[in-house]
């Protein structure tokens, strides 16, 4: 397995942050493991090893589901009231510099230059505590807890694979 296994590491991480490849990795076109089909057992052994596995092999891609939140941002800003409000422009901001900082470790990841792709994903992961910051003080609810929690587990499990490379 020697060198093989880590350009298959390199290319389960490019597929988590790249939206659309995914379920092409997983072999069976669902990309969930409990939706049908199995997994391909060298990605199901790698997400083996990532903090969240249940993550690692979904085909939402960390990319497409972080665009995803930051729609739900611009719908839940409709109907909540303005401090909360505010704290969503917060959170969008946040899920905005979250994508360029994926864009950032696709492109190092690209170079195979994992520790700018961590210091990258590190960011991402920051990002999603700074989204919950403003709820927290104000005391209420985060409208966007699901999306910040999936996103920063998806974000470890690319640091990770990150360092399997």
Same mark, same amino acid.
């Given at each position: 397995?020697? @060198?093989?296994?880590? !350009?298959?590491?390199?290319? %389960?991480?490019?597929?988590?942050?790249?939206? $659309?490849? *995914?379920?092409?990795?997983? $072999?069976?076109?669902?990309?969930?493991?409990?939706?049908?089909?199995?997994?391909?057992?060298?990605?199901?052994?790698?997400?083996? !090893? %990532?903090? *969240?596995?249940?993550?690692?092999?979904?085909?939402?891609?960390?990319?497409?589901?972080?665009?995803?939140?930051?729609?739900?941002?611009?719908?839940?800003?409709?109907?909540?009231?303005?401090?909360? %409000?505010?704290?969503? !422009?917060?959170?969008?901001?946040?899920?905005?510099?979250?994508?360029?900082?994926?864009?950032?470790?696709? !492109?190092?990841?690209?170079?195979?230059?994992? $520790?700018?792709?961590?210091?990258?994903? @590190?960011?991402?992961?920051?990002?999603?505590?700074?989204?919950?910051?403003? *709820?927290?003080?104000?005391?209420?609810?985060?409208? +966007? $807890?699901? *999306?910040?929690?999936?996103?920063? @587990?998806?974000?470890?499990?690319? +640091?990770?694979?990150?360092? +399997?490379?």
């Amino acid at each position: 397995m020697g @060198q093989a296994y880590p !350009r298959l590491v390199l290319l %389960a991480l490019v597929a988590l942050l790249s939206a $659309g490849l *995914f379920p092409q990795a997983l $072999g069976n076109g669902k990309g969930k493991v409990h939706g049908g089909g199995a997994v391909n057992p060298l990605v199901a052994g790698i997400c083996s !090893r %990532a903090p *969240f596995p249940e993550v690692c092999t979904e085909v939402a891609a960390f990319a497409k589901r972080t665009a995803q939140a930051r729609k739900h941002v611009a719908v839940a800003a409709r109907t909540i009231p303005p401090p909360q %409000a505010q704290a969503l !422009r917060t959170c969008d901001t946040m899920y905005m510099n979250t994508q360029d900082a994926i864009g950032a470790a696709q !492109r190092a990841i690209a170079f195979k230059d994992t $520790g700018t792709a961590k210091i990258m994903l @590190q960011l991402a992961v920051q990002d999603f505590d700074s989204c919950d910051r403003p *709820f927290t003080h104000a005391g209420v609810p985060n409208p +966007m $807890g699901k *999306f910040d929690k999936e996103l920063s @587990q998806m974000a470890n499990n690319c +640091m990770t694979l990150a360092n +399997m490379i």
